[in-house]
């Protein structure tokens, strides 16, 4: 189990691993430079949010079946509703990065298209792989991340030989880590009760609005656009938020009692 798990993880870091050789190898140690910084920004993100996998798993593998069941509803709800908030850091993120480190601006370019591994790496450390280590299913792990690696590979190959665009390579590896939220998601729901919504394709649509919206538009035009996009996302998603909002604030009470 260990070994499957050890390159289930490793085929999960190469989808990004192999679109950073392709651009290095293709587009040489300058256009590497300025993808590395952006990102190792999101890459930190990401690793220090993550570690909430490290308590959720010995508190999830002494629950039964329909704990778990339940366990996954709520952590499903609560991560897919709230992560594409996460969207908003970028620009608070651009304007200190930016006067910290202005000779590296043209590099936080990059941001606009690596903010989606914060959304999908998050929901996929947190809820899918862990749940898959509590199933005991760390083969299925593997072909999700090994399917989602050849995805990838396909597109970054894609993307540099006949398309010739280094954004384009980078779009195709996120599209990759996209795609083992969507099969892990499809399959984990099927097996607690949770298909037949809209969750990850409401995620996806934010995600899709955010780039465009950033890649297309002036700073500040992208900024309101961002905020309009995510009010209506809120509006869509006001149920399970303000389910949110009130947990959160029972937990408070009980806290000071």
């Given at each position: 189990?260990?070994?499957?798990?050890?390159?289930?993880?490793?085929?999960?870091m190469?989808?990004?691993?192999?679109?950073?050789?392709?651009v290095?190898?293709?587009?040489?140690?300058?256009?590497?430079?300025?993808?590395?910084?952006?990102?190792?920004?999101?890459?930190?993100?990401?690793?220090?949010?993550?570690?909430?996998?490290?308590?959720?798993?010995?508190?999830?593998?002494?629950?039964?079946?329909?704990?778990?069941?339940?366990?996954y509803?709520?952590?499903?709800?609560?991560?897919?509703?709230i992560?594409?908030?996460?969207?908003?850091?970028?620009?608070?993120?651009?304007?200190?990065?930016?006067?910290?480190?202005?000779?590296?601006?043209?590099?936080?370019?990059?941001?606009?298209?690596?903010?989606?591994?914060?959304?999908?790496?998050?929901?996929?450390?947190?809820?899918?792989?862990?749940?898959?280590?509590?199933?005991?299913?760390?083969?299925?792990?593997?072909?999700?991340?090994?399917?989602?690696?050849?995805?990838?590979?396909?597109?970054?190959?894609?993307?540099?030989?006949?398309?010739?665009?280094?954004?384009?390579v980078?779009?195709?590896?996120?599209c990759?880590?996209?795609?083992?939220?969507?099969?892990?998601?499809?399959?984990?729901?099927?097996?607690?009760?949770?298909?037949?919504?809209?969750?990850?394709?409401?995620?996806?649509?934010?995600?899709?609005?955010f780039?465009?919206?950033?890649?297309?538009?002036?700073?500040?035009e992208?900024?309101?656009?961002?905020?309009?996009?995510?009010?209506?996302?809120?509006?869509?998603?006001?149920?399970?938020?303000?389910?949110?909002?009130?947990?959160?604030l029972?937990?408070?009470r009980?806290?000071?009692?």
């Amino acid at each position: 189990i260990g070994i499957v798990l050890t390159v289930a993880n490793v085929s999960f870091m190469l989808i990004m691993g192999f679109a950073r050789s392709l651009v290095d190898t293709l587009w040489g140690i300058e256009a590497f430079g300025k993808l590395s910084l952006s990102l190792s920004l999101v890459n930190f993100a990401v690793t220090f949010i993550s570690q909430a996998s490290m308590v959720l798993f010995p508190a999830l593998r002494q629950s039964d079946k329909k704990a778990l069941a339940r366990y996954y509803r709520v952590l499903r709800s609560g991560l897919s509703s709230i992560l594409p908030f996460s969207y908003l850091l970028y620009f608070p993120l651009r304007i200190f990065a930016g006067i910290w480190l202005p000779q590296y601006e043209e590099s936080l370019y990059y941001l606009i298209y690596l903010m989606p591994i914060c959304v999908f790496s998050v929901q996929n450390n947190v809820l899918y792989c862990t749940y898959y280590k509590v199933r005991n299913e760390p083969r299925k792990l593997l072909w999700v991340n090994v399917r989602a690696l050849g995805i990838s590979a396909a597109g970054g190959c894609f993307a540099a030989f006949f398309i010739g665009d280094v954004i384009a390579v980078v779009v195709f590896a996120v599209c990759g880590i996209a795609s083992c939220l969507v099969m892990s998601d499809r399959y984990l729901s099927q097996q607690y009760g949770c298909q037949g919504d809209f969750t990850v394709v409401m995620s996806l649509a934010v995600t899709g609005g955010f780039v465009a919206a950033n890649a297309l538009l002036g700073f500040s035009e992208a900024f309101i656009a961002t905020l309009i996009l995510l009010a209506i996302y809120a509006a869509l998603r006001r149920r399970e938020l303000s389910d949110i909002l009130s947990r959160a604030l029972g937990l408070i009470r009980s806290h000071r009692r």
